[in-house]
């Protein structure tokens, strides 16, 4: 699975977007980009996942470029709720084969009033 | 009811001493993981296993070994627990396929004196 580079730490202010970079410049064209998340040692959180396209759900928008060298996950209205370790996640996606994910140290967002 | 379970959530032993972590699902996944965690860094793959009768090792597995009793509960076991594996713990599961996301447990702190 291609390796990740995300920036340790971030800052938002509530209601503001957040954009957190990540990028990923090996993946190879099998392989998706995923989002979780963990808040405060608890279970880490799917948020969202793609291929080519971008993509959007309740949680958050995904954008990838076009090269799929580097994608950018937006919570478009962070609230401190949101403040948490944001893990980007490339892997390959085969039938039959496990869903492993290998979780690098994630970006840090903290979500200020 | 949480769909994902772990028991116990904390957990102090000794060195030497053979401890069990189960998880427990009502998902009705078929695949399920442990990760450990430790501070300040991302999750690791101890073991995962598509089914009762598939058990397959991930990145770290030594000094570890599993069962996977039925379908819906996977236990982690350390035979000899040492203290360089206090960490925290997480199982996962996922549905069948391979693009499906991962729904972890809540965490067992597990610290070895």
């Known amino acids: 699975d291609a390796k990740t580079t995300q920036p340790p730490s971030m800052d938002c202010a509530e209601g503001r977007a957040a954009n957190l970079p990540c990028n990923h410049s090996?993946?190879?064209?099998?392989?998706?980009v995923y989002w979780y998340r963990q808040i405060h040692s608890q279970g880490p959180q799917y948020i969202i996942h793609?291929?080519?396209n971008n993509e959007t759900n309740e949680m958050a928008s995904l954008i990838i470029t076009e090269d799929r060298k580097s994608s950018t996950l937006i919570l478009p209205h962070a609230t401190l709720r949101d403040t948490a370790v944001y893990y980007c996640?490339?892997?390959?996606?085969?039938?039959?084969?496990?869903?492993?994910?290998?979780f690098g140290t994630g970006t840090r967002l903290q979500v200020t009033l | 009811d949480a769909d994902v379970t772990q028991t116990p959530r904390n957990r102090i032993t000794k060195t030497g001493k053979r401890i069990m972590l189960e998880c427990s699902q009502t998902?009705?996944?078929?695949?399920m993981y442990w990760y450990r965690q430790d501070p300040g860094l991302g999750l690791r793959l101890i073991y995962y296993?598509?089914?009762?009768?598939?058990?397959n090792k991930g990145e770290i597995s030594d000094g570890y070994s599993v069962s996977r009793q039925a379908q819906a509960k996977f236990s982690l076991s350390l035979e000899s627990a040492i203290p360089n594996q206090t960490a925290l713990y997480f199982c996962a599961t996922s549905r069948g396929h391979g693009y499906n996301e991962q729904f972890f447990g809540p965490g067992t702190r597990l610290t070895v004196l």
């Open positions: 998902k009705g996944h078929d695949r």
């Open positions: 996640i490339v892997r390959v996606v085969l039938p039959g084969t496990a869903s492993k994910l290998t």
């Open positions: 296993s598509f089914d009762v009768k598939d058990i």
């Open positions: 793609g291929l080519k």
């Open positions: 090996t993946i190879s064209g099998n392989e998706y």
